[in-house]
């Protein structure tokens, strides 16, 4: 029988392609980073679960025990969570519903700090399979996490949990039924619809079939402009090409740039303001780098949900001779990291030079909330603030742009692409995967060889701080 459940049909929302491959269980394998986002949904509902101590939780029941127990509780009108309802070839299973008045109120829980476009036809695909199966829902609310709770002591559930009211929002979706036709026949088809790539592909969620279907594309694609209108209506239009983009198509400066650069197959560089921007750096330079974690619910006193809390720098201290030292901070334990990070921080940064990063915006929101969150460090560390510089604004303003970039200036593509040095030989390559396996290895303890991760750790954020030195003499050599 074809069952059409909830999560297939937030699929089919997306893109008709992905529910094809999601109901044939077709999708690639899920990533430690994947992983880490579901365990912290299951976390947050934890503490959603203490705030409702009488509510059933049905979770962990195999679909006829949990349809059977639903329709028991149901008749007793308890609280519930993970209800399971079903009507025809559609199947719910609701995080929480609670008897009012005549009918009931729907919950869904969200470990997200807002509520979004998405909870809303999520909530109501629930509530219509709920009604067709002979409910009145009453009122329908998204639960999720308040945004400035800090940890002080024990979590306190009823601190960390907002909830809202979309009963309206909800009433105003009417197309549940026609789109639940058109899925279902989507399912049972023999090969999976073709879809053009286009924005669906990363909303709501990134698509996990992006790899495969945008691997049609060529390598120099429109998708490597930076004007995003730009290139879907590029893409509507059935051009993928850089170089096939029609004469007098409007471009911002920067596409035009990227366009150029591809057209001539040589890199893009303005040498005055390559000039400009290495006059003005103060020496000795401070390469610097952090890697941090995070998690839904806050694990350390004096933090907030989802803040970045670093474990990790790569200091490179470069004198205009070229001379170079390397410092570096590593957490050891599971405690939290920030006051030993701190200690050594201060210490290793002490001095005048320029501190140097890559895309300023990340190491400058966290030493924000290191100052905030231990006063007693303000005063350092808003004279750090100070003296940080952005090698990424070279890039960003493209006063350098080498095609193989791809239309990206992160340090990932710019580093290969100007100083011909990989992270594509190291273990861990990207601060996604930095941060789950020192999680992982060091607060959850579930990967047992930890001296290796901090090994590739090391390796990892050292090539961020010496790949800064490698771009800055390179473009020293271009100016
Ligand atoms: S990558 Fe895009 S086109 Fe392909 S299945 Fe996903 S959403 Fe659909």
Redesign the pocket.
């Known amino acids: 029988m074809v069952l059409l459940t909830k999560s297939k049909y937030l699929n089919g929302l997306?893109?008709q392609?992905?529910l094809w491959?999601a109901d044939r269980k077709q999708l690639p394998e899920i990533t430690l980073s994947d992983e880490h986002k579901f365990a912290q949904g299951h976390a947050f509902e934890e503490y959603v679960k203490k705030l409702y101590p009488d509510a059933v939780d049905l979770n962990g029941l195999d679909f006829k025990e949990n349809f059977d127990k639903t329709k028991e509780l149901v008749e007793q009108k308890k609280k519930i969570f993970e209800a399971g309802f079903m009507s025809n070839n559609l199947f719910v299973r609701s995080d929480l519903i609670i008897p009012s008045g005549d009918g009931w109120d729907l919950y869904e829980i969200k470990s997200t700090t807002e509520i979004k476009p998405q909870h809303i036809p999520d909530l109501a695909f629930q509530k219509y399979v709920i009604e067709k199966a002979g409910l009145k829902i009453n009122k329908c609310f998204v639960i999720f996490i308040n945004k400035e709770y800090v940890k002080n002591g024990e979590i306190k559930p009823s601190e960390l949990i907002k909830q809202e009211e979309v009963t309206e929002k909800v009433s105003m979706i009417d197309d549940i039924e026609k789109n639940s036709q058109i899925f279902i026949t989507v399912i049972q088809k023999e090969s999976p619809p073709e879809?053009?790539?286009c924005m669906?592909?990363n909303k709501p969620y990134e698509?996990p079939?992006?790899k495969e279907?945008?691997s049609i594309l060529p390598e120099n694609n429109v998708l490597h402009l930076t004007n995003w209108r730009v290139y879907w209506k590029l893409l509507d239009e059935g051009i993928q090409d850089l170089n096939d983009i029609p004469e007098g198509t409007k471009l911002t400066a920067k596409d035009g740039i990227i366009i150029e650069s591809v057209k001539n197959d040589k890199p893009y560089c303005s040498k005055e303001q390559i000039k400009h921007f290495l006059s003005q750096l103060h020496y000795p330079l401070y390469h610097f780098d952090f890697e941090t974690f995070d998690t839904a619910v806050p694990l350390f006193d004096k933090s907030k949900p989802y803040q970045k809390i670093p474990f990790q720098y790569s200091l490179h201290i470069e004198q205009e001779d070229g001379s170079t030292e390397h410092k570096e901070f590593l957490a050891g334990g599971s405690n939290d990291p920030r006051p030993a990070l701190l200690e050594q921080m201060k210490s290793d940064l002490e001095g005048e030079g320029d501190i140097v990063v890559f895309n300023k915006s990340f190491e400058i929101s966290v030493m924000k909330k290191l100052a905030e969150d231990f006063p007693d460090h303000d005063e350092w560390l808003q004279k750090a603030i100070g003296r940080v510089v952005d090698l990424a604004d070279v890039f960003r303003n493209f006063y350098y742009y080498n095609p193989s970039q791809k239309g990206s200036y992160s340090i990932k593509k710019v580093l290969p692409a100007i100083a011909g040095k990989s992270y594509s030989e190291l273990e861990i390559n990207n601060g996604g995967d930095a941060s789950m396996m020192y999680f992982y290895s060091h607060i959850e303890h579930k990967l047992d060889n930890k001296k290796d991760i901090r090994q590739n750790l090391r390796k990892y954020c050292c090539l961020d701080t010496e790949g800064m030195i490698l771009i800055l003499s390179k473009l020293k050599e271009l100016a």
């Open positions: 997306q893109c392609r992905l491959f879809i053009s790539i669906q592909c698509c079939l992006k279907c945008w």
